[in-house]
């Protein structure tokens, strides 16, 4: 699996790519495939507040019901509505198109050291 | 505990399965993904391999006494061949388990039984066994393959001796598969036409692969427990520990039809004669969600914002495009009425439906 450099992960396998005081979440391909076929995606309301590790949606697939949680505080500035009518677009393209949220990172606020790349597929490795 | 293995534990991490623990056994919950695998038993053919489930054998002049003592279908109704859906019933007339029961001859039959359920189900038929006939846990003796979908005969034909188009639906026959000694039962848990294949665990591997590769052309996948859940949730059949259990009696789970409170004393009939006569307390339902989102097991169901009952399986529905649940309500209730399912912080309107969700064009 291919982790891009310029994203950072959590050990909840969700991604954040950080540009501009904004930052863009979504979950891994490892976490994708541990999934199974995604089916159903629950998001937040654009302006909702979240603190880093706050639940800010949850991800269904066929068997389960995943909680999502949010890596960095921030405001929710955007959801992916394709993901209404395509939730499989988690599944295909989860570094990409499958993103779920984008946040206005809260100003001032001090923000969780997250695992880059290496990082995180080095933990992926040791996960399994 | 351990958990068990299957004899083709090893054919399932070629085909990278992702396995999960399910009754006490490693099993392969999806191979391709549980979506392509529903829709290739629908459409086309899947394998699943079931060799997880329990078989016990009841042998002796009494075998027939033995089983209709302690299940509540009546088995004197099979001929030599025939199999027949049943209950194992506790003396308050509820399910100790749900099974298979099959006529091998006049003083044989076969038990197919879940596979957490195996080793109560043989304490349980043997505590119960004043008559004194034979009981066997056979487990060990069997691997069982399921060969399900509208293409299963098909595949199936030219790799049997017997002309297995000839085996109506719940009948078996012993002879062989691709040269491999065999029960070919035309049973199944998909809502589908097909057969159960059982065979000696040794045989299983070459009959798995070979299997495989014969069916390839016609569509044939491996699938695995999520499918055969979503599959079996469509066909509205029962799962033990969810529609089912000690505290369920046959009729308000809709299962009065294996209930033969006619054949004479079983355990548990005498409970289940009186509560004939009693009004229902709870009565299974199907859902169909009529807003984004999933009914899960144990979800509450409401009715004007009070609570009514409980979700007992919840699923999409692949074959259907909705999400679907199988729920206790009121037996008041009716199909066409609205409920809502509380979807952790959400109440989600549903629709009461007819069961089964799904049923298959023509039945064999």
Known sequence: MEYPANYQFTKEHEWALVENGTARIGITDHAQHALGDIVFVELPAPGAELTAGQVLGT??????????????????????SQLAQSPELVNQ????????????????ASLPRLLNAAEYAAYVAEEN | MDLQRTPLFAAHRQLRARMAPFGGWEMPIEYSGILAEHMAVRRQAGLFDVSHMGEITVHGPKALD???????????????????????????????????????????????????????????????????????????????LALQGPRA????????????????YY??????????????ARTGYTGEDG???????????????????????AGLIPCGLGARNTLRL??????????????????EARLGWICKLSKGDFLGSAVLKQAQAQPLK??????????????????????NGQAIGQVTSGAPAPALGANIALAWLPPEFKSGQEVEVQVRQRSLRAGIVELPFYRRAHAA
């Open chain 2, 282 to 303: 709870r009565l299974l339902y199907g859902l169909r969600m009529l807003e984004p989102g999933i009914a899960r097991d144990g979800y509450p169901v409401l009715h």
């Open chain 2, 66 to 144: 033995l089983v209709q003592h302690v299940c509540c279908n009546d088995a004197a109704r099979l001929k030599i061949g025939q199999a027949q859906y049943s209950g194992l019933m506790t003396e308050s007339g509820t399910f100790v388990d749900d099974l298979l029961v099959h006529k091998v001859t006049d003083t044989e039959y076969l038990l197919v039984v879940n596979a957490g359920n195996q080793s109560a189900d043989f304490e349980h038929i043997q505590q119960h066994n004043p008559m004194r006939a034979e009981v066997h846990n056979a487990g060990p003796e069997f691997a069982q």
């Open chain 2, 171 to 184: 009948w078996f026959t012993r002879d062989s598969v691709l040269g491999i000694p065999a029960w070919i």
């Open chain 1, 93 to 108: 393209d989860p570094h990409g198109r499958g993103w779920l949220v984008q946040l206005e990172l809260t100003p001032g």
């Open chain 2, 153 to 168: 005969l098909e595949i199936l034909k030219p790799l049997t001796p017997f002309p297995a188009a000839t085996i109506p």
């Open chain 1, 59 to 80: 991800v269904e697939s066929v068997k389960a019901v995943s909680d999502i949680f949010s890596p960095l505080p921030g405001k929710v500035t955007a959801v992916n």
């Open chain 2, 195 to 217: 057969f159960e294949i059982y065979c000696a665990p040794s045989d299983a591997e070459t009959l798995w692969f070979g299997l495989l590769e014969k069916g390839r052309a």
């Open chain 2, 234 to 251: 469509e066909a509205a059949m029962p799962l033990y520990g969810h529609e089912i259990d000690l505290h369920t009696i046959p009729r």
